[in-house]
């Protein structure tokens, strides 16, 4: 597709499981960015790939939260032992230039 | 870390009025991104300004980066329905190494009374 993807749309866990959350980025972008939007607040950032590594990780709010991407496209975000206060959409971008950041639709965690 | 202060929260406003948001941030920035945010999508690029003092336009949108590059506002003009939803200012201060994540605003929810 033309824009940025991510799965799955919806994702209702039990406190304490793990969970994934993928990210397909815009074909040929380089840079890919992970955000965590919670019930009415603004975006904050989580993690930042340039091609496989991520030079900022300044965001990630704990030792359970973690990324990776592989062959500079996809990523993952893992969360483990996941927490109540983890609920939130967790939205992802991409940018070729890194001025210009294009969202996917987001996540929907739910953790019971 | 930065802060950016965004203003207004929320506008109810009537069709056809012209609308004005704008963000302040404790620290400069080297680009303002304006995003509109529709419920269940994730954001969508409206504006970029990448230099102090740029004005620019995307239709009915017009958006300044302000000179002290703390600052930036967002104007719509003869507002229509289609126009609803919430409004976020995002900055980034990067390097030639790299780039800073956004730093969003918590947005200003447009509400449009026929």
């Known amino acids: 597709g033309a824009g940025v993807s991510q799965s799955p749309s919806n994702k209702v866990t039990e406190k304490g499981k793990d969970v994934e959350l993928r990210c397909d980025p815009i074909?040929?972008?380089?840079?890919l960015y992970w955000y965590r939007q919670s019930l009415g607040q603004g975006l904050e950032f989580l993690i930042y790939f340039q091609g496989n590594s991520a030079p900022d990780k300044s965001g990630l709010p704990s030792d359970r939260f973690s990324a990776e991407r592989t062959g500079g496209s996809v990523s993952t975000l893992t969360i483990q032992r996941t927490q109540q206060e983890d609920s939130a959409v967790y939205l992802c971008a991409s940018s070729f230039n890194i001025r210009k950041q294009f969202f996917g639709p987001g996540t929907r965690l739910t953790v019971l | 870390g930065q802060q950016l202060n965004q203003s207004p929260q929320s506008m109810f406003i009537q069709e056809g009025e012209d609308v004005s948001m704008n963000c302040t941030s404790s620290?400069?920035?080297?680009?303002w991104l304006w995003y509109k945010q529709d419920p269940g999508e994730g954001p969508v690029l409206l504006i970029a300004l990448y230099k102090a003092g740029e004005l620019t336009s995307n239709g009915r949108l017009t958006a300044q980066f302000g000179i002290t590059r703390k600052d930036s506002f967002l104007n719509i003009s003869a507002s229509i329905p289609s126009d609803v939803g919430i409004y976020f200012c995002a900055g980034q201060l990067f390097t030639g190494g790299g780039a800073d994540g956004l730093t969003f605003g918590k947005g200003t929810h447009l509400i449009i009374q026929p």
């Open positions: 620290s400069i920035f080297n680009t």
């Open positions: 074909s040929g972008h380089t840079a």
